[in-house]
Every structure is written in structure tokens, then in C-alpha cells.
T-cell receptor, first 106, second 120 residues
Framework: IQMTQSPSSLSASVGDRVTITCRASQSISSYLNWYQQKLGKAPKLLIYAASSLQSGVPSRFSGRGSGTDFTLTISSLQPEDFATYSC?????????FGQGTKLEIK | QVQLVESGGGAVQPGRSLRLSCAASGFTFSYYGMHWVRQAPGKGLEWVAVISYDGSNKYYAESVKGRFTISSDHSKNTLYLQMNSLRAEDTAVYYCAKSAWGSSGNFDYWGQGTLITVSS
């Protein structure tokens, strides 16, 4: 299953609302996860099952979608949110990731 | 607290072998599936392999099938990845990761990663 994210990069300012899109090449129901990765660090699980917030993740992060189309929204960007975000399907092996969206400071 | 600590990385020539280890603590190792995920320099994440909570099921990415073997030792709470016939394209940071529940295909804890460089 191929996962395609858009955009590949995004420039935004603190306080902005941003949305990242992820599309699966076939239906994956709600088996969609979002990760945040900062430079030189391991990824961190933000959202699982398309819309469930992982414990400890701020509520400004939210996820939506099912089937083939999904979104990750950050409601009000904070300085610590500038990172790379990747979607991942856990519907079937081989589990696959999107190519990542790099969120940069404008 | 959950900790995953990888070891065994380094530089290796093409065609050679290497074994990675991932020492787990802070959770009941035998209750969860475990994964290896890699990231080539400047590239995205690539899932490599999974072993189910009881070791009965193992699945691999096509890119490593037949060359890599995932295993675990529940007495040592340790995950392994035996990598044979290494290629330049296997160069990456390798992370071990814990299934979020059971043997699920999402990952709630990750190690710090260990770098493998395959080069002559």
C-alpha cells in the first residue's frame, strides 16, 4: 500500500493552523497513524487509528479521515511543532510510511 | 518507564553480516510485538520487520526478505535483527520500536537508533 503525503514541505508561522494530507493507494479503513520526528531524534507517535490522540500529545493536534484520505491538523502552531510529520498505515504488512512533510518556520 | 536501547551498529563492507540488538525494559516484553524500522540518510522511514508478541509470526519488507532475520529472546527482553548479504542501500539508522498494543502495526515507543553504514 503506497502512502502519499502533501505537501512535502510547508512554511508557517507560530499561531498558524496547518493541515497535512495523506492518501493511501487503497482503502485502509482507519488504520492510519501520524508521527512527528525532530532532527536526529526517533519518531514520536501523535495520532493512531486516524483520529485518536496518543497519551501526552497536546490537544492542538488532531486527525481525521477513513478509507483512503486522511488529514493531520495542528490548530495553533507552537515553536516546538516545527518538525517532520509522517503518516503510516498499519492495515497490512508491509507497513508503509508517507514520504514525510517538513514543517518549517516562516 | 519504557526504554529501548539498540546496539550493534557500525561500518561494514558489502556482502558482510551484522547483528543488531535492542534491549527492552519498563514493560512486559512478551506481551507486545516488536519491529525494526530504518531511515536512510535524508530519507523517509521504512518499516523493515515485525515479530509477534509470542514469536510465532514474522513478516519482512520485500527489500530485506531472505537476507534479514528478526528474532527475540524473552528471557533477556531483547530483540535482534540478523542482517546478511548487506548492500549499500541498507545504509540507514535502524530503530527498534514497540507495538502500541498486542502485535499492532503502530509504534508507541522507539529506541534512539543505531547507524549502519555499508561501504567498501
Amino acid at each position: 500500500i503506497q502512502m502519499t503525503q502533501s505537501p512535502s514541505s510547508l512554511s508557517a508561522s507560530v499561531g498558524d493552523r496547518v493541515t497535512i494530507t495523506c492518501r493511501a493507494s487503497q482503502s485502509i479503513s482507519s488504520y492510519l497513524n501520524w508521527y512527528q520526528q525532530k532532527l536526529g531524534k526517533a519518531p514520536k507517535l501523535l495520532i493512531y487509528a486516524a483520529s485518536s490522540l496518543q497519551s501526552g500529545v497536546p490537544s492542538r493536534f488532531s486527525g481525521r479521515g477513513s478509507g483512503t484520505d486522511f488529514t493531520l491538523t495542528i490548530s495553533s502552531l507552537q515553536p516546538e511543532d516545527f518538525a517532520t510529520y509522517s503518516c503510516q498505515q498499519s492495515y497490512s504488512t508491509p507497513y508503509t510510511f508517507g514520504q514525510g512533510t517538513k514543517l518549517e518556520i516562516k | 518507564q519504557v526504554q529501548l536501547v539498540e546496539s550493534g551498529g557500525g561500518a561494514v563492507q558489502p556482502g558482510r553480516s551484522l547483528r543488531l540488538s535492542c534491549a527492552a525494559s519498563g514493560f512486559t516484553f512478551s506481551y507486545y510485538g516488536m519491529h525494526w524500522v530504518r531511515q536512510a540518510p535524508g530519507k523517509g522511514l521504512e518499516w523493515v520487520a515485525v515479530i509477534s508478541y509470542d514469536g510465532s509470526n514474522k513478516y519482512y519488507a520485500e527489500s530485506v526478505k531472505g537476507r534479514f532475520t528478526i528474532s527475540s529472546d524473552h528471557s533477556k527482553n531483547t530483540l535482534y535483527l540478523q542482517m546478511n548479504s548487506l548492500r549499500a542501500e541498507d545504509t540507514a539508522v535502524y530503530y527498534c520500536a514497540k507495538s502500541a498494543w498486542g502485535s499492532s502495526g503502530n509504534f508507541d515507543y522507539w529506541g534512539q537508533g543505531t547507524l549502519i553504514t555499508v561501504s567498501s
